[in-house]
């Protein structure tokens, strides 16, 4: 059993789906388990966290802490560590957790293991596997020294626990010195999409340079929808000018790992298997049977991607129903 | 002004991995070596950033085993004016190879913008640019696809999930780290590659930057290929038969809708 702090995100005050995926699997290894809120009139958040497993909650409220800043919430969160005083720190590998924990570890001289896809606890430390090479390859990694052990995870690699309805957090309000920052957030321009973001998405639509257009993704983005799914898209189509990088899926794009990944019209290059190999179920649809994408997939369909994916979104309509 | 670059070489990314031995590492034999491609946005920026400033200097820097010193004559050869080479052993990790850029740094007279690429491609650790801003004692800005310079004030434009950005307002002494969308990287000409093996490569060893081996906060091992995938199952028929069959698989089978 450890003493486990867990930083718990939030954007315009809804939780990550991925920070219960941390409280869950602390809690159900029995640790004593703490989560930290930073934010701005965040309060109320704390029940939440208290349902997925948190035995004590600390918040950390300003108006500096609104929006997120690497200064301010770095200066929180290492508020929140010398009042808990954990073994373990985990933050899910976010466009935040993976910002935030590299200077936390700076400034308390922890060990920080980052985009770990797998995390089991033993005694007071962590056993974890992350990928290298974008996951071309595997590694345990091994915590040297006694400082903190630190750990961001990969969104969707553990599972989201069931919540526990009617939880009251034991919270409590944490200090932090927020005078003298020198990084302000002017505006945060908000994405236009309704649609999950590729790496936080349990279900992963990707097309590639067969689409021929942006125009042509309409019938991704419509099986994308129909599923809740995310969109992403090869190197090849985002050099097309099809896609935003932000959409690119592979060893210069996102790395994801989702429990359904639908490649539709990707051949599969090295590049591209290293962004989302790690997948739970693949499915390929490609006209050429060679495809090196077919070697992954657990279901492979040879065919034209323009009859098969507007067939699929009819056919995933129909289950819905 | 004074812009530096950090940057890191890694296999090229057409690389097939082999594990070593002991499973410690990769196999290094017949790797193609090159400059993590994220770096490349950050050479590029200095290099704008450079050419509108009369009497800057672009120094770029890197930690690593000897042949590192080929990704510092590349940058050179995109326009760089100084290198630095910090020895720091093959297995080193983020913190110890931040604990030696940031001595590199450190012996700097006046340091105002020092660029990184957002991750480097092999470890993929994503940690390196902001332990070297805490240990040298600036703020740092994550994952930026643009920056717009006001005096000694930058307003990055910041990449965060779902299409968002966060428009970050900062001022010099700063960490900055690029991702793709921030500029278009420039080729190097053939005589400035030639002039750039001529550069000096100013080296440095631990001892000088005050890192050392315990300075390292983690270990890779037990590297392993993943396990390679059983052939998966061939959905046949017409379109319509194969969505029919694959939803069914999906739903009933795998589970996974």
Not at chain 2, 155 to 163: D, S, T
Request: hydrophobic fraction near 40%; charged fraction near 20%; proline fraction near 4%.
């Amino acid at each position: 059993m450890a003493k486990v702090l867990v930083f718990v995100e939030q954007r315009d005050g809804k939780l990550k789906k991925a920070s219960f995926e941390l409280l869950g699997a602390s809690a159900k290894a029995g640790n004593e388990t703490h989560a930290v809120i930073i934010g701005d009139g965040v309060a109320g958040l704390a029940n939440e966290c208290a349902s997925y497993g948190a035995s004590k909650v600390h918040v950390a409220q300003d108006g500096a802490l609104k929006n997120y800043t690497n200064e301010a919430y770095a200066r929180a969160l290492v508020a929140a560590i010398k009042t808990v005083s954990p073994e373990i720190v985990l933050a899910s590998h976010t466009p935040m957790g993976r910002d935030l924990l590299p200077s936390v570890a700076a400034q308390v001289d922890g060990a920080l293991a980052t985009d770990c896809t797998s995390l089991a606890f033993s005694g007071a430390s962590l056993t974890l596997k992350r990928p290298v090479y974008s996951g071309k390859a595997m590694a345990d990694v091994e915590y040297m020294g006694s400082g903190i052990k630190m750990a961001t995870v990969r969104p969707n690699s553990i599972g989201v626990p069931k919540p526990e309805a009617g939880k009251t957090a034991d919270a409590t309000n944490l200090t932090v010195d927020l005078g003298g920052l020198k990084t302000k957030i002017l505006e945060v321009v908000k994405g236009n999409s309704a649609r999950p973001d590729v790496t936080e998405a349990g279900v992963v639509v990707s097309g590639g340079r067969s689409l021929k257009s942006a125009d042509n993704f309409k019938i991704i983005e419509e099986l994308a929808d129909t599923l809740g799914a995310a969109v992403g898209a090869s190197r090849a189509a985002v050099d097309a000018g099809y896609r935003p990088h932000r959409d690119q899926v592979g060893q210069t794009g996102k790395v994801v790992s989702p429990s359904l990944y639908i490649a539709c019209g990707i051949s599969g290059a090295i590049q591209h298997l290293a962004g989302m190999r790690t997948s739970k179920c693949i499915v390929a649809i490609n006209t050429d049977p060679q495809a090196p994408i077919f070697q992954v997939a657990d279901y492979g369909v040879v065919g034209d991607l323009f009859q098969v994916v507007p067939a699929l979104t009819a056919e995933c309509k129909k289950l819905k129903e | 002004m004074n812009l530096y670059v950090c940057i890191k070489q890694v296999p090229d990314t057409e690389t097939k991995i082999k594990v070593n031995g002991d499973g410690s590492g990769i196999d290094a034999a017949g790797i193609k070596w090159i400059m993590s491609p994220y770096d490349e946005f950050a050479v590029e920026e200095a290099l704008r950033v450079k050419e509108k400033n009369a009497g800057s200097t672009v120094t770029v820097i890197t930690a690593g085993p000897d042949r590192t010193v080929e990704a510092l004559r590349t940058a050179l050869a995109m326009g760089a004016d100084n290198a630095i080479h910090v020895e720091l052993p093959e297995t080193a990790d983020s913190a110890f190879a931040a604990k030696a850029l940031a001595g590199a740094l450190k012996k700097e007279a006046k340091v105002d913008i020092v660029y990184f690429g957002k991750e480097a491609i092999d470890d993929g650790a994503a940690q390196v640019p902001q332990l070297v801003a805490t240990y040298i004692g600036v703020p740092s800005v994550g994952t930026v696809v643009g920056i717009e310079y006001n005096g000694t004030t930058l307003k990055c434009k910041r990449e965060i999930e779902g299409g968002a950005f966060e428009m970050v307002e900062v001022s010099q002494p700063v960490v900055v780290s690029g991702s793709k969308g921030l500029n278009e990287p420039r080729y190097a000409t053939l005589p400035n590659i030639m002039k750039a093996k001529k550069k000096e490569v100013k080296k440095m060893s631990l001892a000088d930057v005050g890192a050392s081996p315990s300075d390292q906060k983690i270990k890779m091992k037990g590297l392993q290929l993943p396990p390679p995938k059983q052939a998966g199952k061939k959905i046949e028929g017409d379109a319509a038969a194969q969505a029919k069959a694959l939803v069914t698989a999906l739903h009933n089978e795998a589970k996974v809708i």
